[in-house]
């Protein structure tokens, strides 16, 4: 029977290497801590005081101020030296604080004969910030993780772990699930099961609160192969590259050790559908999913190696927006078919960062998709060289169900996008402020150039050290007062339009100034366009003009909103309707220093015709 089109993961060339095993040695030495640069600041105190006696004022008069000072304030000082700007310095028996200098300031600007009077402050030079030498944990198998320390091909991870290992990130990876590998199952967290077809799932029930892992694989004739498939354990194997345990002296170490991973499994036999997927990412940022407990959670990157060739749909494109309202960060796989990305779903999606992979040369690697859409290029690996110049990362022996922990290497953008999900989440343990935009602007921004080849493979090879460094020094974005109207705005406009309501009638109420007379008008609207009204003050009829003039359709009311919204009016409040979206009520302060600008608008007595 045909099998329905599904997004597939991106690993399309898995090459799997000589399996490894992990040594049993565990070592004492703790993982490092993350630590931040710190500039010693400027010393604030200081000795001397600079007075500014008035032009107008005589040496008789400056010396009284003095002999008060001494008798009266019971200071102890002696005259120092005169400026170029014509103010006397005095230096004290001692050094003052800065509570000390504002008192005897403030009894000094008292005096009519001082024209001004500040501290001498003594300023220092400014010390370069201290950077925290590359550091490198005690796992075994790190020698063979070239993406992260190579110099020329790697993203410099040693580097950046002098300021973070990304402790207190969460990362969401949507993918096949996962398995308890041991040199990962310190780093997991709980996540669920968002799988519905049980054909799919492969696990004998639909959705759960169990992302294990039950086995990809696929006998022959299912999902249209002609021969049978192991089991991937693709999910385990990007989770590992992400937040493998570090310093353990155990196998191999993710690119932020320090951070979690919460798996969230919607691939399973053949694939996985979009609205499974797009319920993930829902989920993984804390949204509301029907019957599935609220995520306790939330994660701020969100991976997907994964994709299918298709437009971007609304469903996905939808889910994505989510995802970056509540300030996740979603990074996707460019593809493995050599062609450009814009075919590639959610690749081709707007919010999301597109990964290009390359490989062992630091140039694109073979299969990779590439194009205007891919954002940045990662270590994916290039096994057509040698098994060892895949990504090695966590994996299990199994064939078909878990079987043993185990190490392998392989291929693909699969393997790309979890170097950059890694470093995105060492970004924000370093600056937890970031917005979705800033990480990728700054990603983008401190990438360094390709050692080899890469056409089409975005800003650059990501680094890691760069990037973190970048996101220590950007300030954190500045507040915007209307964001949270604007939002309210924008979901009740499309809960509105959604609707396809166009023709209706309403009363609307309108206050122009704070003792205004209201101005009820009762008002008909046909396909969108207002029809008919009437004064109900007068009783009268409104003539065109009138009604061009004062009725409002609901699509006016909401380009009232907006339009205050883009004015920066002083103040804006809105209420809408819980199940139509309409406003209920508008109101408007143009500017707090004018008076008799304000405008309310009312809507009641909705009656949909």
Not at 37 to 55: A, G, N, Y
Not at 86 to 114: C, I, M, N, Y
Request: hydrophobic share 35%; charged share 15%.
């Amino acid at each position: 029977m045909p099998y329905p089109r599904l997004l597939r993961l991106c690993a399309f060339t898995l090459a799997v290497g000589a399996a490894l095993n992990s040594p049993s040695a565990l070592a004492n030495m703790p993982v490092k801590p993350d630590i931040t640069p710190k500039v010693p600041s400027t010393q604030p105190d200081t000795d001397q005081l600079i007075v500014r006696f008035r032009d107008t004022t005589s040496t008789a008069a400056a010396d009284k101020v003095l002999g008060k000072m001494r008798t009266e304030k019971k200071q102890s000082f002696r005259y120092t030296k005169s400026t170029f700007q014509k103010s006397d310095v005095f230096r004290f028996d001692k050094r003052k604080g800065k509570a000390e200098w504002d008192t005897l300031s403030t009894w000094l600007k008292a005096q009519p004969e001082v024209e001004y009077v500040e501290p001498d402050y003594i300023l220092t030079k400014m010390v370069t910030p201290t950077v925290p030498p590359a550091y490198t944990p005690n796992d075994p198998y790190l020698s063979y993780q070239w993406p992260l320390l190579d110099a020329i091909s790697g993203i410099r991870a040693d580097q950046a772990w002098g300021y973070t290992t990304g402790s207190g990130s969460v990362v969401a990876v949507i993918d096949t699930g996962i398995l308890p590998h041991a040199d990962l199952k310190p780093n997991l967290l709980p996540g669920y099961d968002m799988i519905n077809d049980t054909l799919v799932a492969n696990d004998g029930n639909g959705r759960d609160a169990d992302p294990t892992d039950p086995g990809d694989y696929v006998l022959a004739g299912e999902c249209g192969s002609a021969s049978a498939i192991s089991s991937s354990w693709h999910g385990t194997h990007v989770a590992g590259t992400i937040a493998a345990v570090g310093n353990n002296a155990t196998g191999v170490a993710g690119v932020a050790f320090g951070a979690k991973v919460m798996p969230l499994r919607a691939l399973g036999k053949c694939g996985g559908y979009t609205s499974d997927i797009a319920d993930a990412i829902t989920w993984a940022v804390g949204g509301a999913v029907t019957g599935a407990p609220v995520n306790p959670t939330p994660a701020r990157v969100i991976n997907m190696s994964l994709g299918g060739t298709s437009t971007c749909g609304i469903t996905m494109q939808n889910a994505i927006n989510t995802a970056r309202s509540k300030k996740a960060v979603v990074v996707v796989a460019a593809g493995n078919s050599n062609t450009d990305a814009s075919t590639s779903s959610p690749a081709n999606c707007p919010g999301v960062i597109t990964v290009a992979a390359t490989g062992r040369n630091g140039g694109k690697a073979y299969y990779s998709n590439y194009g205007s859409i891919v954002d940045i290029a990662a270590p994916g690996g290039s096994m057509n060289t040698g098994s060892a110049d895949g990504i090695l990362s966590t994996l299990n022996t199994g064939k078909q169900q878990a079987v043993a922990d185990t190490y392998a290497y392989y291929q693909g953008t699969s393997m790309a996008t979890p170097h950059i999900a890694g470093v995105a989440a060492l970004m924000l343990a370093a600056n937890p402020a970031l917005t979705p935009d800033q990480v990728e602007s700054l990603l983008k921004s401190s990438a360094r150039a390709f050692p080899a080849p890469c056409t089409g493979c975005g800003t650059g090879l990501v680094d890691a050290n760069a990037a973190v460094q970048a996101a220590i020094s950007t300030p954190p974005p500045a507040v915007d007062p209307y964001a949270a109207i604007r939002t309210a705005l924008t979901a009740n406009s499309t809960l509105w339009t959604n609707k396809k309501i166009r023709n209706y009638s309403y009363i609307l109420e309108q206050t122009t100034g704070g003792t205004a007379t209201p101005v009820r008008l009762q008002l008909v609207i046909r396909s969108g366009i207002l029809y008919s009204g009437v004064n109900l003050s007068t009783g009268k009829t409104l003539s065109y003009t009138d009604l061009k003039t004062k009725g409002k359709t609901i699509e006016q009311l909401f380009s009232t909103v907006n339009s205050a919204i883009n004015a920066k009016a002083a103040s804006i409040k809105a209420s809408y309707d819980l199940t139509l979206g309409y406003p209920t009520s508008i109101f408007v302060d143009p500017s707090s220093s004018v008076v008799g600008d304000e405008n309310t608008l009312k809507a009641s007595s909705f009656i949909r015709l």
